[in-house]
């Protein structure tokens, strides 16, 4: 009985090592110009093509950056970048480096980055697909409509 449960754990090992010697992560997100400044994604949030962003990680004990790479998005405001090399003691998140809409470049404080865990080590996530939550910038201005939209979404307050 012993020798069957041995065999079963080395079976499932070699089926496991693969994925975690294969460290490379997909990392996909989006990006959008908040046109109300509502500080959340509304229905006139449109999504920002050629948005720049970065993925960068940091090491947990002496917060030097040890890893940064950057990606752009496509014409639905997604960004898709690949990670190579497991980040196990790497505190990691994806931050906005720069969007090319003149009148909604600022980035919203509370949005403008998000955290992103990009390890298999001892945490049993075996898919290489991470998300981020989305990031936005704020419009100069808010749109004329967005007075009536915000009372639409707070009406439960």
Not at 25 to 51: L, M, P, W
Not at 123 to 150: R, T
């Amino acid at each position: 009985m012993a020798r069957f449960v041995l065999l079963l754990m080395a079976l499932s090992m070699i089926t496991v090592l693969p994925l975690l010697a294969t460290a490379l992560f997909h990392v996909k997100g989006s990006v959008y110009c908040d046109t109300c400044r509502a500080g959340f994604e509304t229905n006139a949030t449109f999504y920002i093509q050629g948005a720049k962003v970065g993925i960068q990680c940091h090491d947990r004990k002496t917060m030097d950056e040890v890893f940064y790479t950057e990606g752009v998005t496509d014409s639905t405001g997604t960004y898709n970048i690949m990670v190579e090399n497991d980040h196990y003691d790497h505190i990691c998140k994806c931050v906005l480096v720069s969007s090319p809409i003149k009148s909604c470049n600022t980035p919203d404080p509370g949005r403008n980055r998000s955290s992103i865990v990009l390890t298999h080590y001892k945490n049993g996530v075996l898919n290489h697909l991470h998300y981020a939550n989305s990031m936005g910038y704020l419009k100069d201005e808010p749109l004329p409509q967005c007075h009536q939209l915000l009372k639409y979404y707070l009406s439960d307050i």
